[in-house]
């Protein structure tokens, strides 16, 4: 069964660096997504991504943040100048179609700790 | 705004008993709704959907959900409860109002079996 791939599996940062998570979509995916999920809170939208342009984004995705398709494959988000309460579980989503009816396939999260 | 609500932060059954997850949401419109699943250190994964067809949503491992417009619940069930289910369990509601997919998750139920 095709999978939503992501790297690394845990990331520890200090505070003020930048971290690149990365992401290997399903391949027959148009549709990218980033949620996340600090500990004991519930999972967030963040973003999603369409045709190589940002589709919607939510209130926490700020200038901090950005996301990129850099080639056929991969999709990145960038989060500049890591704050602690970033720490949190990242996910990346792919899905098919983009409108209503469809799931995503998730991947297995990226643990980022800010330090 | 779309919302889901899981009444229920956690659950525990013994091994061989019904599982009852319990959920409602709030939508201006007809939902698509969906359950996830999350075992440790895993990713998230799609249990089931309901997308406006048959009411009662048959999914993976034997899990069930009915949607109860009048209720404007979805719960999700389980006849025989296996040591495996033991994971945290998410409602989720998609909202595309702005043509995009985007999924709002509730807080999770962590589902709890004992032998």
């Known amino acids: 069964e095709p999978e939503v791939t992501q790297t690394p599996s845990h990331q520890v940062t200090q505070m003020g660096q930048e971290v690149i998570l990365r992401c290997v979509p399903i391949?027959?995916?148009?549709?990218f997504y980033w949620y996340r999920q600090i500990l004991g809170q519930k999972v967030e939208f963040l973003v999603s991504f369409y045709n190589n342009e940002i589709s919607e984004k939510s209130e926490i995705f700020d200038d901090q943040f950005s996301v990129e398709r850099p080639d056929g494959s991969n999709f990145t988000l960038k989060i500049r100048s890591t704050k602690l309460e970033d720490s949190a579980m990242y996910f990346c989503?792919?899905?098919?179609?983009?409108?209503?009816?469809?799931?995503?396939?998730f991947g297995s999260g990226t643990r980022l700790t800010v330090v | 705004a779309q919302s889901v609500t899981q009444l229920d932060s956690h659950v525990s059954v013994s091994e061989g008993t019904p599982v009852l997850l319990r959920c409602n949401y709030s939508s201006s419109y007809s939902p698509s709704l969906f359950w996830y699943v999350q075992h440790p250190n895993k990713g998230l994964q799609l249990l089931l959907k309901?997308?406006?067809?048959?009411?009662l949503v048959k999914g993976i491992n034997g899990f069930e959900a009915e949607f109860k417009k009048s209720e404007t619940s979805f719960h999700l069930t389980k006849p025989s409860a296996h040591m495996s289910d033991a994971a945290e369990y998410f409602c989720?509601?998609?909202?595309?109002?702005?043509?995009?997919?985007?999924?709002?998750f509730g807080t999770g139920t962590r589902l709890l079996v004992s032998p």
């Open positions: 309901y997308t406006s067809a048959a009411t």
């Open positions: 989720v509601v998609s909202d595309s109002r702005t043509g995009f997919q985007k999924l709002v």
């Open positions: 391949s027959n995916h148009l549709y």
């Open positions: 989503a792919s899905s098919e179609i983009g409108q209503g009816k469809g799931g995503y396939t």
